[in-house]
């Protein structure tokens, strides 16, 4: 059974430092892995969408790598800001619909 | 605006009580999800439909029933089967089914919070 990981579960940052997330999974067997972002009380927004047979994704100053042989991915935020405060969450898609990480918790302090 | 929308935001159940969370999508989005999401827990999948008139459960389908008349809508009754419903529910579609090769961005709402009277 899929599982995944993020670590840390908590991270706090002064404004506009380079920080990284970190997603681990079980089973290398994945079609692909999404990133969100989620703030207090709200539903979840994509951030990323990474296919299996690619490495990496990047989206203004988000870039999303993807090592499937390793059953790793990371999150790199750059120069972050107090509205990058939020938990974000990666998921990963593969013969069953997607499985989530419990998410890391990120505030960003001005 | 394309989108997800669930209704209500905030909802009270009584004991015994058998109570339903809309959600409708006007993405044109063949896949639909219900995720439940506990403090602590992250999201677990409830139920999951790819076409009208057709779904499967989840993870954590006791004490939940769906229904797919529309292609647009994927209501959830929380029943009083459902002992410990308090919980923060997700709705979501994605253009073709997770854990298909083309599946693509899954998309959610805004999210229901069941409380219990």
């Known amino acids: 059974k899929q599982e995944v990981t993020q670590i840390p579960a908590a991270l706090s940052v002064p404004e506009g430092e380079n920080l990284v997330l970190n997603c681990s999974f079980t089973d290398s067997a994945i079609y692909n892995l999404q990133w969100f972002r989620q703030d207090p009380g709200k539903g979840l927004t994509s951030l990323l969408l990474?296919?299996?047979?690619?490495r990496e994704q990047t989206s203004g100053r988000l870039n999303a790598s993807l090592d499937k042989s390793s059953g790793r991915s990371t999150l790199y935020i750059a120069a972050s800001q107090p509205g990058d405060s939020a938990t974000y969450l990666c998921?990963?898609?593969?013969?069953?619909?997607?499985?989530f990480g419990k998410g890391t918790r990120l505030s960003v302090i001005a | 605006d394309g989108g997800i929308t669930q209704s209500p935001k905030y909802l009270f159940r009584k004991e015994g009580q058998n109570v339903t969370l809309s959600c409708e999508q006007n993405l044109n989005h063949d896949a639909m999800y219900w995720y439940r999401q506990d403090p602590g827990q992250g999201l677990r999948l409830i139920y999951y439909s790819q076409i009208v008139n057709d779904f499967q459960k989840g993870d954590i389908a006791e004490g939940y029933s769906v229904s797919r008349e529309k292609k647009e809508s994927f209501p959830l009754t929380v029943t009083s089967a459902q002992k410990n419903p308090t919980a923060f529910y997700l709705c979501?579609?994605?253009?073709?089914?997770?854990?298909?090769?083309?599946?693509?961005?899954?998309?959610f709402g805004p999210g229901t919070r069941l409380l219990v009277l």
């Open positions: 979501a579609s994605s253009t073709g089914l997770a854990g298909v090769q083309e599946m693509g961005t899954q998309y």
């Open positions: 998921a990963v898609s593969g013969n069953t619909p997607l499985v």
């Open positions: 990474i296919q299996s047979s690619q």
